[in-house]
């Protein structure tokens, strides 16, 4: 039966966050059993822990934000995907500021931060939401689901009409489990359209974006000199992101996630429309 993990050791690093610019310090130690993951503001006085739960998401443009009392915390999506890739349940995650750094825009770093500080078995069973009927919501052409099955699957299709994401490279099916993750995802960066970058940064975003940390698009091809890291790089991010999304259940999902043209606030809604009909799923060891 798998165990519950947590950190062997504690681990630090600093980076820039991706939205506020600001410079910020990244803790990560280890939490008993049941814990799940925590974010901590240790900037605050007194400290704020916001729990890593899908009911706490305020804010999903172009990041997944969670807020509680007047503390929140940004862009924690591809640090929880990193904590499923590499099998961890229970962590604290101290912060001394609003944002969790961007690093390369992949979750990649944050695996290798989990690597150094290595994952330790714990005394509790992990649980697993197991989906037991279809869960489906829809925005618009968008649409996001979770099918029952006996592991997690994904099958996401992402549409952008740009010559540089050509139709066949646009669409990501695979089984994931935790080696498939850190083979095949975590190192697929986030990405973003120079056209736009004078309209986020006007309203507060993006302001700590580069091309050393996101893969920066024009009309027709990709900026960044190295290019892609897979021809189907930009697909695999959102699958990153809806990895780290669905972990605010707080438990990894058995299902088949499919989705189109998903993103994080579709994923949010999947996410407390499960929560909303506990007759779809159970918890299984």
């Not at 027709?220 to 999304?245: S, T």
Request: glycine residues 6%; contains cysteine; charged residues 25%.
């Amino acid at each position: 039966m798998p165990q519950q993990h947590t950190l062997a050791s504690e681990v630090s690093a600093t980076g820039v966050a991706l939205h506020s610019g600001v410079r910020v310090q990244i803790t990560l130690k280890s939490a008993p059993p049941g814990t799940g993951i925590i974010f901590r503001r240790v900037d605050l006085n007194p400290p704020q822990d916001i729990p890593a739960k899908a009911e706490l998401v305020k804010e999903t443009r172009l990041a997944t934000t969670l807020v509680l009392g007047g503390a929140k915390v940004a862009t924690v999506e591809h640090l929880l995907a990193a904590c499923v890739g590499c099998g961890i349940d229970n962590a604290i995650v101290e912060l001394d500021n609003l944002e969790v750094p961007i690093m390369d825009g992949s979750s990649a770093p944050f695996v290798f931060l989990i690597e150094q500080a290595g994952a330790v078995a714990q005394d509790a069973p992990r649980r697993y939401i197991e989906v037991l009927t279809p869960v489906r919501v829809e925005m618009g052409d968008k649409f996001a689901e979770l099918l029952p099955n006996p592991h997690f699957e994904v099958d996401f299709t992402i549409d952008f009409s740009h010559p540089a994401i050509p139709d066949d490279q646009c669409h990501v099916k695979m089984k994931l489990d935790d080696a498939d993750f850190l083979s095949h995802i975590s190192r697929a960066r986030t990405f973003g359209f120079a056209y736009e970058v004078e309209t986020l940064r006007s309203i507060g975003l993006a302001q700590g974006g580069s091309m050393e940390n996101a893969i920066v698009l024009d009309e027709y091809k990709v900026l960044n000199r190295e290019g892609l890291r897979f021809a189907d790089e930009l697909a695999r991010h959102k699958v990153l992101d809806a990895v780290g999304d669905l972990f605010l259940l707080g438990h990894r999902v058995r299902a088949k996630y499919h989705a189109f043209k998903s993103g994080h606030e579709l994923n949010n809604r999947l996410c407390l429309a499960l929560q909303a009909q506990p007759e779809a799923w159970r918890f299984t060891t």
